[in-house]
């Protein structure tokens, strides 16, 4: 069973709000990814990290941002939430040289009003 | 640039059938191969995870296949069950920078 954990699982916030959604995994794995999602669409990468101090941005451009302070943790930052950032988030790991593929956590529904 | 297809974008059927759904991609240079199931609203879940060098894996009622020269994969979903209903992604992971390109999806419906 994979562990990777996020948090929240729900969000609701104001617009102009700051806010991190956390993303932590204990299986030691180098890259991880930040991935949203609207309903019923696409998976669209946004942030991805090969590991300790490397943070790339992905295909669709974000106003989010991250960090890779540690290897079992890649939080996600909104520095002013907006409406249209009203999305599900969804963080995922892979080891770096992949046998076991990827592993996604339940992801963070965020509702900017 | 490597992409990925996933056909049908949808389908229903009644419980019981056997069913296939299928993942084309572009660039055979992959790493690996990787079947996923989401729920409405909930994070992936990975079924299968297939080996550039591997030709099928096997899950339960689940098999999925690999092509690589063709550029295909096929997951078989056999003796299909309401709580099969859900939407079916497929990836591969680049063999150059362990990228994840993903299809679109099928969402399938499992009448009862």
């Known amino acids: 069973e994979a562990d990777i954990y996020q948090t929240p699982r729900y969000l609701v916030i104001g617009t102009g709000k700051k806010i991190t959604l956390e993303c932590s995994q204990t299986?030691?794995?180098?890259?991880m990814y930040w991935y949203q999602q609207d309903p019923g669409m696409e998976l669209h990468l946004i942030h991805y990290?090969?590991?300790?101090?490397?943070?790339e941005k992905g295909d669709l451009s974000s106003e989010s941002t991250v960090s890779r302070i540690r290897t079992e943790h890649f939080p996600l930052t909104l520095e002013s939430a907006r409406p249209s950032h009203t999305s599900q988030y969804l963080c995922?790991?892979?080891?770096?040289?992949?046998?076991?593929?990827?592993?996604f956590g339940q992801g963070t529904r965020l509702t900017v009003v | 640039k490597q992409e990925v297809t996933q056909i049908p974008a949808a389908l229903s059927v009644p419980e019981g059938e056997n069913l296939v759904l299928n993942c084309s991609f572009t660039?055979?240079?992959?790493?690996?191969l990787q079947w996923f199931r989401q729920d409405p609203g909930k994070g992936l879940t990975s079924l299968l995870l297939?080996?550039?060098s591997q030709r099928e894996q096997t899950s339960g009622r689940l098999n999925a296949s690999l092509d690589k020269s063709s550029g295909r994969s096929t997951l078989y979903i056999a003796a299909s069950q309401p709580g099969d209903s859900a939407t079916y992604l497929c990836a591969v992971i680049m063999d150059s920078n362990y990228q994840l390109i993903w299809g679109a999806g099928t969402k399938l419906i499992i009448k009862p």
């Open positions: 995922a790991s892979s080891e770096y040289i992949g046998e076991w593929g990827a592993f």
């Open positions: 660039d055979s240079a992959i790493y690996n």
């Open positions: 297939i080996q550039s």
């Open positions: 990290s090969y590991g300790v101090n490397s943070t």
């Open positions: 299986m030691g794995h180098d890259k």
